[in-house]
Protein backbone atom coordinates (compact mmCIF):
# COMPACT_ATOMS: atom_id res chain seq x y z
CA UNK A 1 0.00 0.00 0.00
CA UNK A 2 1.50 3.33 -0.81
CA UNK A 3 0.94 6.06 1.99
CA UNK A 4 -0.30 8.99 1.16
CA UNK A 5 1.42 12.38 2.09
CA UNK A 6 -0.29 15.13 4.60
CA UNK A 7 0.43 19.14 4.14
CA UNK A 8 1.08 20.54 7.19
CA UNK A 9 -0.19 24.32 6.86
CA UNK A 10 2.18 26.92 8.64
CA UNK A 11 1.02 28.87 11.61
CA UNK A 12 0.51 32.71 11.39
CA UNK A 13 4.05 34.62 11.70
CA UNK A 14 5.82 31.32 10.89
CA UNK A 15 8.23 31.44 7.83
CA UNK A 16 6.84 30.77 4.69
CA UNK A 17 6.83 27.01 3.43
CA UNK A 18 9.34 27.42 0.79
CA UNK A 19 11.71 28.97 2.95
CA UNK A 20 11.27 26.03 5.74
CA UNK A 21 13.60 22.19 5.25
CA UNK A 22 11.85 19.99 3.31
CA UNK A 23 11.39 17.72 5.87
CA UNK A 24 9.04 20.14 7.60
CA UNK A 25 6.95 20.78 5.24
CA UNK A 26 5.70 16.67 4.40
CA UNK A 27 5.51 14.12 6.54
CA UNK A 28 4.12 10.64 5.33
CA UNK A 29 1.95 8.88 7.12
CA UNK A 30 2.80 5.77 9.07
CA UNK A 31 0.68 2.46 7.09
CA UNK A 32 -1.73 1.22 8.49
CA UNK A 33 -1.13 -2.60 10.43
CA UNK A 34 -3.94 -4.73 8.67
CA UNK A 35 -5.44 -6.86 12.06
CA UNK A 36 -4.96 -10.22 11.85
CA UNK A 37 -8.48 -12.41 10.94
CA UNK A 38 -9.32 -14.17 13.74
CA UNK A 39 -8.88 -17.84 12.84
CA UNK A 40 -11.91 -19.95 11.38
CA UNK A 41 -13.58 -22.05 13.97
CA UNK A 42 -13.78 -25.50 12.73
CA UNK A 43 -17.56 -27.23 13.19
CA UNK A 44 -17.92 -29.65 15.52
CA UNK A 45 -17.91 -33.31 14.05
CA UNK A 46 -20.87 -34.61 12.80
CA UNK A 47 -21.67 -38.20 13.58
CA UNK A 48 -24.31 -40.68 13.50
CA UNK A 49 -24.67 -44.08 15.68
CA UNK A 50 -26.11 -46.75 13.35
CA UNK A 51 -27.46 -49.93 15.18
CA UNK A 52 -29.12 -52.78 13.49
CA UNK A 53 -31.08 -55.62 15.79
CA UNK A 54 -32.34 -58.54 15.51
CA UNK A 55 -29.27 -60.45 13.65
CA UNK A 56 -27.11 -61.65 12.96
CA UNK A 57 -29.42 -63.96 9.95
CA UNK A 58 -27.65 -65.19 6.57
CA UNK A 59 -29.49 -63.69 3.87
CA UNK A 60 -29.60 -59.79 5.31
CA UNK A 61 -26.88 -59.57 7.25
CA UNK A 62 -24.41 -59.87 4.94
CA UNK A 63 -26.24 -57.48 2.42
CA UNK A 64 -25.99 -54.85 5.06
CA UNK A 65 -22.45 -55.70 5.83
CA UNK A 66 -21.52 -54.95 2.41
CA UNK A 67 -23.82 -51.41 1.76
CA UNK A 68 -21.48 -50.36 4.95
CA UNK A 69 -17.95 -51.12 3.59
CA UNK A 70 -19.36 -49.26 0.35
CA UNK A 71 -19.93 -46.51 2.65
CA UNK A 72 -16.96 -46.52 4.36
CA UNK A 73 -19.77 -46.87 7.85
CA UNK A 74 -19.11 -48.80 11.13
CA UNK A 75 -22.43 -49.70 12.90
CA UNK A 76 -23.33 -51.64 16.01
CA UNK A 77 -25.22 -54.62 16.02
CA UNK A 78 -26.88 -55.95 18.84
CA UNK A 79 -27.60 -59.56 18.16
CA UNK A 80 -29.93 -62.57 19.67
CA UNK A 81 -27.64 -64.62 21.32
CA UNK A 82 -29.28 -67.57 19.95
CA UNK A 83 -29.06 -66.48 16.54
CA UNK A 84 -24.93 -65.66 17.33
CA UNK A 85 -24.55 -69.18 17.96
CA UNK A 86 -26.90 -70.44 15.02
CA UNK A 87 -24.19 -68.00 12.34
CA UNK A 88 -20.77 -68.05 14.06
CA UNK A 89 -19.47 -67.27 10.62
CA UNK A 90 -21.32 -63.84 10.71
CA UNK A 91 -20.15 -62.29 14.00
CA UNK A 92 -16.49 -63.01 12.96
CA UNK A 93 -17.61 -61.29 9.60
CA UNK A 94 -19.01 -58.75 11.39
CA UNK A 95 -15.96 -58.25 13.89
CA UNK A 96 -13.49 -58.37 11.14
CA UNK A 97 -15.11 -55.69 9.37
CA UNK A 98 -14.40 -52.81 12.13
CA UNK A 99 -18.13 -52.93 13.53
CA UNK A 100 -18.65 -54.18 17.59
CA UNK A 101 -21.59 -56.31 18.63
CA UNK A 102 -24.03 -55.43 21.51
CA UNK A 103 -26.61 -57.78 23.58
CA UNK A 104 -29.91 -58.19 22.33
CA UNK A 105 -30.31 -61.29 24.94
CA UNK A 106 -30.62 -64.58 24.12
CA UNK A 107 -34.23 -64.92 22.29
CA UNK A 108 -35.88 -61.76 22.39
CA UNK A 109 -38.38 -61.59 25.68
CA UNK A 110 -39.78 -58.87 27.33
CA UNK A 111 -37.59 -58.20 30.15
CA UNK A 112 -39.45 -56.15 32.10
CA UNK A 113 -42.10 -58.70 33.38
CA UNK A 114 -39.46 -61.06 33.75
CA UNK A 115 -37.75 -62.52 37.40
CA UNK A 116 -34.27 -61.10 38.17
CA UNK A 117 -32.29 -64.53 37.48
CA UNK A 118 -34.45 -65.16 34.19
CA UNK A 119 -33.23 -61.25 32.85
CA UNK A 120 -29.33 -62.40 33.85
CA UNK A 121 -30.06 -65.40 32.25
CA UNK A 122 -30.70 -64.08 28.75
CA UNK A 123 -27.80 -61.66 29.22
CA UNK A 124 -25.08 -63.79 30.20
CA UNK A 125 -25.74 -66.67 28.07
CA UNK A 126 -25.61 -63.85 25.41
CA UNK A 127 -22.49 -62.55 26.53
CA UNK A 128 -20.76 -65.58 27.12
CA UNK A 129 -21.65 -67.08 23.54
CA UNK A 130 -20.11 -63.96 21.74
CA UNK A 131 -17.48 -63.41 23.62
CA UNK A 132 -16.34 -67.09 22.86
CA UNK A 133 -16.54 -65.88 19.07
CA UNK A 134 -14.97 -62.90 19.11
CA UNK A 135 -12.29 -62.99 22.08
CA UNK A 136 -13.91 -59.86 23.57
CA UNK A 137 -16.30 -58.83 26.21
CA UNK A 138 -19.73 -57.43 25.61
CA UNK A 139 -20.61 -54.13 27.21
CA UNK A 140 -23.73 -53.11 26.18
CA UNK A 141 -27.44 -54.38 26.13
CA UNK A 142 -30.29 -52.76 24.26
CA UNK A 143 -33.33 -54.47 25.53
CA UNK A 144 -35.55 -55.53 23.16
CA UNK A 145 -38.66 -53.38 22.22
CA UNK A 146 -36.63 -51.11 24.32
CA UNK A 147 -38.34 -52.55 27.33
CA UNK A 148 -36.81 -51.62 30.46
CA UNK A 149 -36.93 -50.26 33.77
CA UNK A 150 -34.83 -49.34 37.25
CA UNK A 151 -35.02 -53.05 37.87
CA UNK A 152 -33.81 -53.89 34.20
CA UNK A 153 -31.04 -51.60 34.40
CA UNK A 154 -29.84 -52.52 37.53
CA UNK A 155 -29.37 -55.84 36.58
CA UNK A 156 -27.35 -54.77 33.69
CA UNK A 157 -25.04 -52.88 35.81
CA UNK A 158 -24.00 -55.96 37.74
CA UNK A 159 -23.32 -57.40 34.17
CA UNK A 160 -21.67 -54.49 33.48
CA UNK A 161 -23.84 -53.42 30.41
CA UNK A 162 -24.68 -50.35 29.51
CA UNK A 163 -28.36 -50.11 28.52
CA UNK A 164 -28.50 -48.42 25.03
CA UNK A 165 -31.74 -47.28 23.30
CA UNK A 166 -32.39 -45.01 20.10
CA UNK A 167 -33.31 -41.41 19.56
CA UNK A 168 -34.02 -42.19 15.55
CA UNK A 169 -36.75 -44.97 15.07
CA UNK A 170 -37.35 -46.20 11.35
CA UNK A 171 -39.71 -48.64 12.36
CA UNK A 172 -38.53 -50.47 9.67
CA UNK A 173 -39.62 -53.56 11.03
CA UNK A 174 -43.45 -52.25 9.49
CA UNK A 175 -41.82 -52.61 6.56
CA UNK A 176 -43.26 -49.28 5.27
CA UNK A 177 -41.33 -49.55 1.88
CA UNK A 178 -37.47 -48.13 1.61
CA UNK A 179 -38.36 -44.42 1.30
CA UNK A 180 -40.21 -44.39 4.07
CA UNK A 181 -37.32 -46.09 6.05
CA UNK A 182 -34.90 -43.56 4.04
CA UNK A 183 -36.82 -40.40 5.29
CA UNK A 184 -37.27 -41.80 9.37
CA UNK A 185 -33.70 -42.18 9.25
CA UNK A 186 -32.63 -39.05 7.80
CA UNK A 187 -34.93 -37.01 10.14
CA UNK A 188 -33.80 -34.76 13.18
CA UNK A 189 -33.52 -37.10 16.66
CA UNK A 190 -36.56 -37.28 18.51
CA UNK A 191 -35.47 -35.20 21.73
CA UNK A 192 -32.06 -34.30 20.35
CA UNK A 193 -28.89 -35.70 21.40
CA UNK A 194 -26.35 -37.76 18.56
CA UNK A 195 -28.24 -39.37 16.03
CA UNK A 196 -28.67 -42.82 16.81
CA UNK A 197 -30.21 -44.42 14.40
CA UNK A 198 -32.55 -48.21 15.29
CA UNK A 199 -32.58 -50.35 12.04
CA UNK A 200 -32.55 -54.65 11.67
CA UNK A 201 -30.93 -57.03 9.81
CA UNK A 202 -33.11 -60.01 11.39
CA UNK A 203 -36.92 -60.74 12.45
CA UNK A 204 -38.37 -61.07 9.50
CA UNK A 205 -38.14 -60.15 5.31
CA UNK A 206 -35.19 -56.67 5.79
CA UNK A 207 -35.35 -56.60 2.10
CA UNK A 208 -36.78 -52.64 2.76
CA UNK A 209 -34.00 -52.26 4.81
CA UNK A 210 -31.19 -53.03 2.84
CA UNK A 211 -32.70 -51.21 0.14
CA UNK A 212 -32.80 -48.14 2.23
CA UNK A 213 -29.58 -48.50 3.44
CA UNK A 214 -27.58 -46.76 0.87
CA UNK A 215 -29.98 -43.57 0.52
CA UNK A 216 -29.66 -43.12 4.41
CA UNK A 217 -25.78 -42.95 4.72
CA UNK A 218 -25.33 -41.31 1.06
CA UNK A 219 -27.72 -38.42 2.41
CA UNK A 220 -26.27 -38.33 5.91
CA UNK A 221 -23.05 -38.19 4.68
CA UNK A 222 -23.74 -35.13 2.44
CA UNK A 223 -25.06 -33.32 5.39
CA UNK A 224 -21.46 -34.07 7.14
CA UNK A 225 -22.17 -37.10 9.12
CA UNK A 226 -19.16 -39.80 9.48
CA UNK A 227 -20.53 -43.09 10.96
CA UNK A 228 -19.28 -45.02 14.11
CA UNK A 229 -19.82 -47.41 16.61
CA UNK A 230 -21.28 -46.99 19.96
CA UNK A 231 -18.42 -46.12 22.52
CA UNK A 232 -20.51 -47.71 25.06
CA UNK A 233 -20.05 -50.81 23.09
CA UNK A 234 -16.71 -50.60 21.82
Not at 81 to 100: C, F, I, N
Not at 115 to 140: D, F, K, L, W, Y
Request: hydrophobic fraction near 40%; include cysteine.
Amino acid sequence: MTATATTIAPAVGATPASATPASATTAAAAPTASKPRPAKKRAAPKVAYLTFDDGPTATYTPQVLAVLDRYDAKATFFMIGRQAAARPELVEQVRQRGHVIGNHTWDHPNLVPLPAAEISAQVTRTNATVQRMTGRRVTCLRPPGGGTSPRVQKLAHRHRLEVVLWNVDTRDWTRPGAAAIQRAATANPHGGGPRLILMHDGGGDRSQSVAALPGVLSTLKKQGYRFETLPACR
